[in-house]
């Protein structure tokens, strides 16, 4: 099943110094089972269109269905069907951890009965076992997320939106949230749509990435794919001082081969990633009798990926025309 199919989407607001296009006619579609990030520099347009996903805030063009339901003419239907944990989180920082995760529950109409064994899993689940007397302000950081994850997730909903997740989470906390991230998938079959401004979150979350920019989607497709198609591999190449004309030579005459540098002994370039370039270009320096004293061969990020994209490095904020 498609879990959200966006056609067109838009949303325009009302400022002092005229009106400002936060998210510009977006097409978005994201299947049952997948995760799914959304990437771009401050102020794309990310948090917008998760809000009009998330019934929060009406698109002022544009149509969505969302985990089976439209967005426009049943948004009660899509709110029951998803969980959306915002950037904040909503938890109540004087309630305790296990009245907070009750009453929402209660909220979605669970019976007290029907709640009990569902928190418990939940708390299980996502880490939370043995802080439910806890009050939510005494939390950490980490187990803060875990518990605003626990209770977007306490009616089951196929489809779970994330705002920023692992934002201001230590190295070790985000590895967890990640793990329990794609736990919501493994385990619960949950579809998961979230935004982030870490590239290595993505990289490492995402079967699929969308990049956003002055509200509209610029890019969208798997990490790997993302990489192989915007930059290729960085090759690093040190001969002997004899061979280093001829060794540039070979660089140059490769169809698989770009971006070429000769500093000293020394030649970068940019080459098409695929071990079987790396073949030819081998064979090639052979053919020559190049011998190299070294080899550096650089996968490109998906921050190399952004900049080319955006123009900008990831986490530096767009200018959004005043339309
Ligand atoms: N209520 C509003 N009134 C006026 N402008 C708004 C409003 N909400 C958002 N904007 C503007 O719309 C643009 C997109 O904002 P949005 O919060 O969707 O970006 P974002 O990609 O989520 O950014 P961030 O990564 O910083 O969270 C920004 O220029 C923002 O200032």
Request: charged share 25%; hydrophobic share 40%.
């Amino acid at each position: 099943m498609t879990m959200i199919e966006a056609h067109g989407l838009a949303r325009t607001f009302q400022a002092p110094h005229g009106e400002v296009t936060a998210v510009r006619g977006v097409d978005l579609t994201v299947e049952d089972g997948e995760i799914v990030g959304f990437l771009g520099p401050n102020g794309a347009g990310k948090t917008t269109t998760l809000r009009m996903l998330t019934t929060l805030l009406r698109p002022t063009a544009g149509t969505a269905r969302v985990a089976g339901c439209d967005l426009l003419t049943d948004p009660v239907g899509v709110r029951r069907r998803i969980g959306y944990v915002a950037q904040g989180g909503g938890a109540n920082p004087a309630e305790v951890v296990g009245n907070e995760l009750l009453l929402q529950a209660r909220l979605y109409g669970l019976s007290k009965a029907a709640a009990g064994p569902r928190i418990a899993d939940l708390a299980e689940r996502l880490g939370l076992g043995g802080l439910e007397s806890r009050l939510v302000g005494s939390l950490s950081g980490g187990q803060r997320r875990r518990l605003d994850i626990a209770l977007g997730l306490v009616h089951r909903p196929p489809l779970i939106f994330l705002d920023e997740p692992s934002t201001g989470l230590d190295p070790t906390s985000r590895n967890q949230l990640w793990d329990h991230i794609r736990g919501l998938r493994d385990e619960l079959n949950a579809t998961v749509f979230l935004s982030t401004h870490y590239l290595d979150e993505a990289d490492a979350l995402c079967d699929r990435i969308l990049i956003m920019d002055q509200g509209a989607i610029l890019v969208e497709d798997g990490p790997e794919e993302l990489k192989n198609r915007v930059s290729g591999d960085a090759v690093t190449l040190e001969v002997s001082p004899e061979d280093v004309r001829t060794a540039e030579d070979v660089v140059v005459g490769l169809p698989t081969t770009r971006d070429v540098a000769v500093t000293g002994n020394t030649i970068r370039f940019r080459a098409d990633h695929s071990s079987r370039s790396m073949v030819e270009f081998m064979r090639a320096l052979d053919a020559r009798a190049v011998d190299p004293v070294s080899i550096q061969i650089d996968r490109p990020t998906l921050d190399d990926v952004f900049l080319t994209l955006t123009g900008r490095q990831a986490g530096v904020a767009a200018s959004v025309d005043a339309a």
